[in-house]
C-alpha cells in the first residue's frame, strides 16, 4: 500500500498523432496550430476528411505480427516501445514481471469485424472464409496483451473502456497499481483506433453532429479540428492517435516503482529534486 510520502513520476513518452510520432514533433505541430486532418477515403462512405498517424508499424513488428494482430495493438506497440527508448532505463535489467501495462481503449473489435464482414461478402456470406484469428483479435483486453508480448512483460495488464478519457483513465490505472505494490513500474496510456470502421463515419453523419454537417460544407482543412483555437475550429473528425508512458515511485527504493511515460523524461538522482506527484 501507499504511504504519504509516495512520489511518482513519468519516466519516458511514446506517441503517435496525425501531428506527430514522437513528442517534439507533435508538439511543435500543436503549437503552431496543425491539426493534422487530411482527405481520407474509406468504403461505403466515399472520400471524407480524418485524422490519420503516420507511423511505422515495422519499427517493432514483423509484417506477419501486424498482419495477424490488431490495429489498435500495433499502435499500442509502438508507443509504449517508444515510451520505453525515451525513458533511458536499461531494459534487459527490468523484472518483467513487475512491470504492468494499462491501456485506455476509446473502442474496439469494430474494425476487425467489419473487415471479416466485407471479406465474406465477396462470398457470398459464407462463413467458412471467416478468419479464426477474429476471435483473439476482438477481446477486449488484446491491446494490452499485444503490447506484453511485444517487450515480454509478465505483469498485469488490461484495458480499460472509457471512451474519451482513455488516457487518462491508463495513467490513473497505472498510478493507482503502483501505489497499490502491485507494480514496480507500468506502461500506461490510451489507444483510438476509429478511422478504420465506416459505421464511425456514417453514425457520425446520421446523428446530424457538427462532423456530419461539416464533411459537406467545409473544405479549409486548416480550420477543420484546428488544434488550441476555440474561436475558429470547425466541426468533429474521426481520429487516430496513441500515446503510452511509464510511471515510478521515488521514495526509499528510487529505482523500484516507475512508470514508463510518453509525455516527459525524467532521470531524477534523488526524491527531492524527482518532479512527481
Given at each position: 500500500m501507499s504511504d504519504s510520502n509516495q512520489r511518482i513520476v513519468i519516466t519516458g513518452i511514446g506517441l503517435t498523432a496525425p501531428n506527430g510520432n514522437d513528442l517534439a514533433e507533435y508538439r511543435a505541430n500543436l503549437l503552431a496550430g496543425k491539426s493534422g486532418v487530411t482527405k481520407y477515403e474509406i468504403r461505403y462512405i466515399g472520400e471524407t476528411l480524418a485524422g490519420v498517424c503516420h507511423f511505422d508499424p515495422l519499427k517493432y513488428q514483423k509484417r506477419k505480427d501486424v498482419r495477424r494482430g490488431t490495429?489498435?495493438?500495433?499502435?499500442?506497440?509502438?508507443?509504449?516501445?517508444?515510451?520505453?527508448?525515451h525513458s533511458g532505463l536499461a531494459w534487459p535489467d527490468v523484472r518483467k514481471d513487475?512491470?504492468?501495462v494499462?491501456?485506455?481503449?476509446?473502442?474496439?473489435?469494430?474494425?476487425?469485424?467489419?473487415n471479416e464482414i466485407f471479406e465474406i461478402s465477396k462470398f457470398n456470406y459464407d462463413t467458412s472464409v471467416w478468419t479464426h484469428h477474429h476471435n483473439p483479435r476482438t477481446v477486449a483486453n488484446s491491446p494490452a496483451g499485444e503490447v506484453t508480448l511485444s517487450l515480454g512483460i509478465?505483469?498485469?495488464?488490461?484495458?480499460?473502456?472509457?471512451?474519451?478519457?482513455a488516457g487518462n483513465a491508463g495513467l490513473i490505472q497505472g498510478l493507482q497499481m503502483l501505489r497499490l505494490g502491485e507494480v514496480d513500474l507500468a506502461i500506461a496510456g490510451g489507444v483510438s483506433?476509429?478511422?478504420?470502421?465506416?459505421?464511425?463515419?456514417?453514425g457520425t453523419c446520421h446523428t446530424r453532429t457538427p462532423a456530419g454537417r461539416t464533411e459537406t460544407r467545409s473544405k479549409n482543412l486548416r480550420r477543420n479540428r484546428r488544434p488550441r483555437d476555440e474561436l475558429r475550429r470547425d466541426g468533429l473528425r474521426a481520429s487516430r492517435s496513441d500515446s503510452a508512458g511509464g510511471v515510478h515511485e521515488i521514495g526509499p527504493a528510487p529505482r523500484r516503482n516507475r512508470i514508463g511515460s510518453h509525455r516527459h523524461r525524467q532521470q531524477p538522482r534523488d526524491g527531492d529534486r524527482a518532479r512527481g506527484h
Open positions: 490495429r489498435a495493438g500495433s499502435i499500442a506497440i509502438y508507443c509504449a516501445n517508444e515510451a520505453v527508448q513487475r512491470v504492468g494499462f491501456i485506455g481503449i476509446t473502442e474496439h473489435g469494430n474494425v476487425e469485424t467489419e509478465t505483469g498485469p495488464h488490461l484495458c480499460v473502456g472509457v471512451a474519451c478519457a483506433e476509429s478511422i478504420h470502421t465506416f459505421g464511425i463515419f456514417a
